[in-house]
C-alpha cells in the first residue's frame, strides 16, 4: 500500500511540477448520496457523506486534483432483522476533469479506505465486530458547474475480497476559486 501511495504521490506531484499553472485552482466541498448496485445493492441501502476535492489548472480547460472524502451505507433491514450494521467508503483518488464550458467529465482513480461494522443478536446475546480494508477504487463522472455550483453524477465502485462492490452518486457541491 505504502508504494501506490508513494506512486500516487509522486504522479500528481510530476505532473503538477512539470506544467506551468495555467488554468483555475479550486477547492470544492460537497453532500453526497449514493444508491448501491449489484451485490453491493442486495446488502446495503441508501449512503450519503461528504468529499472535498482540490483542482488545479494545467490548462484552460484541464484540472488534476485529489477527492478525499467519506461516505456511509447503512445495511438493509431486509437483509437480516437480527443484525445491523454500516459499510464506510473514504476516497483517496486522483482526478483529472475536463471542461467543456460549464459541462464536464471526470475520470477518478485511487485508493478506497473501507470499514465494515455488524451487530447482531441470537440467543438472546449480542455480538459485534468491525473490520476495515484499503482496495482499489475508480470513478467516472460527469457534471454541470452553475456559477459556484457543482452538480455531478457519477458511477464509482471498489474492488473487495475479490468483488467487485458499486453505487451510483450524485453530488452537490460548492467551488471555491483560490486563483
Avoid: C, W
Amino acid at each position: 500500500m505504502k508504494k501506490v501511495l508513494l506512486g500516487l504521490f509522486f504522479t500528481v506531484f510530476t505532473v503538477l511540477t512539470g506544467y506551468g499553472q495555467q488554468g483555475r485552482i479550486n477547492i470544492n466541498a460537497g453532500v453526497d448520496f449514493g444508491l448501491p448496485v449489484g451485490s453491493f445493492g442486495d446488502v446495503y441501502g441508501f449512503g450519503y457523506g461528504t468529499t472535498v476535492k482540490g483542482l488545479y489548472g494545467i490548462s484552460e480547460a484541464g484540472q488534476v486534483g485529489l477527492t478525499l472524502g467519506y461516505q456511509r451505507f447503512g445495511l438493509k433491514d431486509s437483509y437480516d432483522e437480527n443484525m445491523s450494521g454500516s459499510m464506510g467508503i473514504s476516497p483517496v483518488f486522483a482526478v483529472y476533469r475536463h471542461n467543456f464550458g460549464g459541462l464536464y467529465v471526470e475520470p477518478q482513480a485511487g485508493l478506497s479506505i473501507n470499514s465494515v461494522s455488524l451487530k447482531a443478536s441470537a440467543g438472546g446475546m449480542d455480538f459485534g465486530g468491525s473490520a476495515s480494508n484499503t482496495s482499489f477504487g475508480y470513478a467516472a463522472g460527469l457534471g454541470y458547474l452553475i456559477g459556484n455550483i457543482d452538480i455531478s453524477a457519477r458511477y464509482q465502485g471498489l474492488t473487495q475480497s475479490g468483488e467487485n462492490l458499486s453505487f451510483i452518486g450524485l453530488r452537490i457541491g460548492y467551488s471555491f476559486g483560490i486563483k
